[in-house]
């Protein structure tokens, strides 16, 4: 069968003239890390922090594993771009520019249908948020980052930094010294959040780096469901995405933070998440990645007590000119803890998949279980796929499990599906739907529906 | 409805099917019968476009057209139908969204609402003695043989082909589900005037549907063609010495 190597048929591809009011010329410094915290009005101890992490962002090398990241020039981005003096919580009050981008992708209306509260990013300022009235009474928090470190100054300093500090790696510290926007979820004890919240990502700008900061904490016996999505233009010059996630599952609580990354093909994408869960509490990653053209990704979680459980569930689609390198991390320090890693990944028109994964038990973390599954299914003779899963394990009272499989779709599938009438393409998305399903099967609905919407526009068969 | 000229049908270099002709007219049900190994489910997944098999000489003419270089998808557009011996397993896919892509090929201007999907296919569904569960089930997951079958017969009866080919539909099922599906298939016959080319190697799906005509392919041939006092010489005589 001959293959195909068309371009990804990407739809949010579009940008808007430039309307930002500030914006920091290309580079980064000091100088432009203070000014940053000075635009922002923050406090004195958030502008030692930035420039704390800035010089380890200097000092660290880049790592030396993984992708190959020495095309992506840092002198080469604007690392703060603020797009409206007008913050709002009415979609018509927003610059015309950033009111039709967000109407283009969808967003006021399914935050009609489907969500609690909806944060939409525009570069690197937050200009939209909202949160339904019930839950606000309830004391449930949904804010933008930079809106919270002034409203909620004593919640934000007791977590932020805690689960990922700058030191934790080169692009953490970038993300310390220069963070701007993002979420700030806060579930009070015992209140469950029934419906999602949604923050949208969106890149207008060229050359440009975004870096969110998100922080998610769920008190004992909370429950929420966090959704984010993202897009950006194609333009020929890279941008930088690298947002740095903390979450604290308490004792007995419940987070699911879903991701469906859909860059532009010209962004790299090489974000930090980690969350630290109590006793019983309960985190689960879905992680998508469709878009970018190279992804370094591991959500992660620390099970720091008796029963705590980690759930990564992800996805990829690496297509023409995409390096999909993701996977998830699991440390067990506690007794009776659980992890499950589960990756689908998908690899057409010369796009290659990479799934890393690693999962560490701690001496005495006794009866502890983990279970990773990588499953990779190549669509094409020019595409590839690799897997590295890694167990580091000091505890012999333990059930560790591993399955792996790489393959190509079948033959007797495609010929079984066309049987009844279905084209090849069609036979082939069928059958990656069907790959995708015990992931899809966990998102909510109407986002499982736009996901198969998107794969079946990726996906051109053989 | 179907006419087999002079067909020779090879895969990898090894002729199968050597030199075969008989020709199915509309309406009429035709049984192939023969020994394991005779290229009997060849013939019928060279008949629907399999890429392992190649058609050396002679043609294959679905209603006087020569099918040889339309494709599996457009074969199955034209109203053939093949009911697999062993269906291939998908995880995740669901019967019932599988059936619905199928009749959306199939009937393209039809307006296809998984309710109304739904709705008539549970009446099927309830013919072959199936629970309702079965739609949300991943096509062919884990299916017994008994499944299998039924789940190629759910799709037949839905599908609604002109030309079905059935293989081996009635192994693997108790007497009570053979009895099930053969009555919902001779339904068919009779409500949308289906023709049937069924390969069988046992005389007991003819108590249910009786066959017009019966070829016995022995070794890539036919070697005797016949009405269906034939069978009754197979039960007596074999295929060595018929």
Known sequence: MATKTSERDYRYGFSMPDTSVYRSPKGLSKKIVERISYLKGEPDWMRRFRLRSYDIFRAKKMPSWGVNLSNLNFDDIHYFVKPTDKKSNNWSTLPRQIKNTFDKLGIPEAEKNIFAGVGAQYDSEVVYHSLKQNLEKKGVIFLDTDAALKQYPEIFQEYFGKAIPPGDNKFAALNSAVWSGGSFVYVPSGISVEIPLQAYFRINSKAMGQFERTLIIAEPGSNVHYLEACSAPLYSQNSLHSAVVEIFVKKHAKVQYTTIQNWSDNVYNLVTKRAFVREEGSMRWIDGNIGSKVTMKYPSGVLQEKGAKLEVLSFALASRNQIQDAGGKAIHLAPYTSSNIVSKSISQGGGKSIFRALTRIAKNAKKSKTHMRCDALILDNESKADTFPNFQIDENDVVATHEATVGKIGQEQLFYLMSRGLTEENATRMIVSGFLEPITREIPLEYALELNRLMNMEIKGF | ?242
């Open chain 2, 1 to 242: 409805m179907l006419k087999i000229k002079n067909l020779t049908v090879a895969s990898e270099g090894k002729t199968i099917i050597q030199d075969i002709n008989f020709r199915l007219r509309p309406g009429e049900t035709h049984f192939l019968m023969g020994p394991n190994g005779a290229g009997k489910s060849t013939l019928g997944l060279a008949i629907m476009g399999h890429p392992n098999f190649k058609i050396k000489q002679g043609q294959v003419l679905f209603r006087k057209k020569n099918i040889a270089k339309h494709t599996t998808d457009q074969r199955a557009k034209m109203g053939i139908f093949l009911a697999f011996q062993q269906p291939t397993e998908f995880e995740g896919v669901k019967l019932l969204d599988f059936i619905k892509a199928g009749l959306g090929a199939l009937w393209p201007r039809r307006e296809l609402h998984t309710a109304s999907v739904r709705k008539n296919i549970a009446s099927t569904l309830q013919s072959l003695d199936m629970g309702q569960d079965f739609f949300d089930r991943s096509l062919n997951w884990g299916f017994s043989g008994g499944e299998k079958r039924k789940s190629e017969a759910l799709q037949l009866l839905t599908l609604k082909p002109k030309l079905a080919i059935l293989d081996e539909i009635d192994s693997g099922l108790d007497v009570d589900s053979l009895k099930a599906v053969a009555k919902a298939i001779v339904r068919l016959k009779k409500n949308s005037r289906t023709s049937f080319l069924v390969i069988t190697h046992h005389s007991r799906i003819a108590r249910f549907l009786k066959p017009d005509f019966v070829h016995i392919m022995v070794d890539g041939r036919i070697v005797k063609s016949g009405d269906k006092k034939l069978i009754k010489r197979i039960e007596q005589y074999g295929y060595k010495n018929i």
